[in-house]
C-alpha cells in the first residue's frame, strides 16, 4: 500500500508537471509563451498567445492532468487517496521541474481534480467562474471566486475532513497564484477577458 502511495504521489507531479501551455505554444507559433502576455504557462495566456482553439486545448490536457491521477487514486484507496493525487497534479502544474518549478495557477488542473471527486461542485464552480467573468471581465477574479466555492461545495459535500483540508491548502495555493492578478485590479491594469497584447 504505501509503494502504491509513492508512486502515485510522484506520478501524479511529474503528470502535472508537464507544460502543455508551453509546448502547444512553441508548436504553434514557435514561442515561449513564458515571454508573451501575462507571461503565465496556463490556458488563458495561450488563447492570447496561440488563440482559442489552443487554449481550449491546454485547458482539457491541464484537466486531464488533474482527473487522471484523481480517478487513478479512487481505484486504489479511495477519497483520501484521490484527493492527495489530485493535489500532487496541482502541485506540478504550478511547479514544474521542467520549467524550473515556474508553472500555471492550477485552476484547470484543480476543476479537472474535482470533476472525479465532486462533479457537481466542479460544474457549479465553473458557472459561478463564467458568470463573474461575464459580469467583471476578469478571468483571474473568476478563477478566484469559483475556487472558494468550491471548497464550499467539498464542505456541502459527504467527504472526509482530511479531502476538506487538502482541497482548502489548493484552494489557498490558487488564491496566493493570482496574488499579482489582485494587485493588477486594484491598481487598474489587469487585462480583461481574453485582450491579446
Known amino acids: 500500500m504505501v509503494w502504491q502511495w509513492i508512486a502515485l504521489l510522484i506520478g501524479a507531479y511529474l503528470l502535472g508537471s508537464i507544460p502543455s501551455a508551453y509546448l502547444l505554444v512553441k508548436f504553434y507559433r514557435g514561442i515561449d509563451i513564458r ?11 495561450t488563447v492570447r498567445a496561440a488563440g482559442k482553439g489552443a487554449g481550449i486545448l491546454v485547458f482539457l490536457i491541464d484537466s486531464l492532468k488533474g482527473a487522471i491521477p484523481t480517478l487513478i487514486g479512487l481505484k486504489l484507496g479511495g ?26 495557477k492550477g485552476v484547470a488542473t484543480t476543476i479537472g481534480m474535482s470533476f472525479v471527486l465532486t462533479p457537481w461542485g466542479a460544474l457549479i464552480t465553473f458557472a459561478i467562474w463564467f458568470v463573474t467573468l461575464i459580469a467583471t471581465g476578469y478571468v483571474s477574479l ?36 493570482h496574488r499579482s492578478n489582485f494587485r493588477n485590479i486594484k491598481n487598474g491594469t489587469e487585462s480583461k477577458s481574453f485582450r491579446k497584447y
Not at 503565465?40 to 495566456?45: E, H, Q, Y
Request: charged fraction near 10%.
Open 35 to 45: 515571454k508573451f502576455g501575462s507571461g503565465n504557462v496556463g490556458s488563458t495566456n
Open 79 to 104: 477519497e483520501n487517496m484521490a484527493a492527495a493525487a489530485g493535489a500532487m497534479a496541482v502541485v506540478g502544474h504550478m511547479f514544474p521541474v521542467w520549467l524550473k518549478f515556474k508553472g500555471g
Open 142 to 177: 473568476g478563477s478566484c471566486v469559483g475556487g472558494v466555492v468550491l471548497w464550499i461545495c467539498y464542505l456541502c459535500g459527504r467527504h472526509s475532513f482530511v479531502v476538506n483540508v487538502i482541497l482548502l491548502a489548493i484552494v489557498l495555493l490558487v488564491l496566493w497564484k
